[in-house]
């Protein structure tokens, strides 16, 4: 969730928004949750496997398409290549906008023009001088990790 307060003329606007990620939208259609958290399934390797075999039988089925993503993007806040990003380490970035009056919204998920497949960091590293942001990504196949850099105009190399 973000929250954002604007001051303007002796007032305060309050806003508090869900980054709207796809993992939030079939939940929130659903009414119940569908993809589990990372976290949430550490309760010995019974419950682990159930877990397990659940979710991919949800897919199997098409309650959801995990290339869609599973992520949160809760976990930081990026400001690089000129737009603002929610982060979550297993998802791509969301992108997000603070309108003029202070209200948030989600403009989508955003994979740099097709060059990122996968989740990244979501602490990447800004250089202050040249305004380029450094980060990686990890995976279980290779090659096991990426290092890249997005210019100041938002493009991955």
Not at 11 to 34: D, H, L, Q, W
Not at 54 to 77: D, E, K, M, V, W
Not at 80 to 109: H, M, Q
Request: charged letters at 15%.
């Amino acid at each position: 969730m973000l929250h954002s307060i604007k001051i303007s003329q002796g007032k305060a606007m309050f806003c508090s928004r869900f980054v709207k990620t796809y993992k939030y939208n079939i939940e929130n259609e659903a009414g119940s949750p569908i993809i589990p958290n990372v976290f949430s399934g550490f309760n010995g390797l019974t419950a682990s496997a159930v877990r397990g075999a659940l979710t991919a039988a949800r897919a199997i089925a098409g309650q959801f398409n995990p290339t869609n993503g599973i992520g949160l993007a809760n976990t930081s806040l990026a400001l690089f290549g000129g737009k603002l990003f929610a982060l979550g380490e297993s998802d791509l970035p969301y992108e997000v906008k603070i309108a003029p009056d202070g209200d948030i919204f989600t403009l989508g998920r955003h994979d740099f023009n097709g060059n990122l497949f996968m989740s990244m960091t979501a602490h990447p590293k800004i250089d202050p001088e040249t305004n380029e942001a450094f980060a990686f990504r990890y995976g279980p196949m290779p090659p096991f990790l990426n290092y890249f850099r997005v210019d100041p105009n938002g493009t991955k190399t």
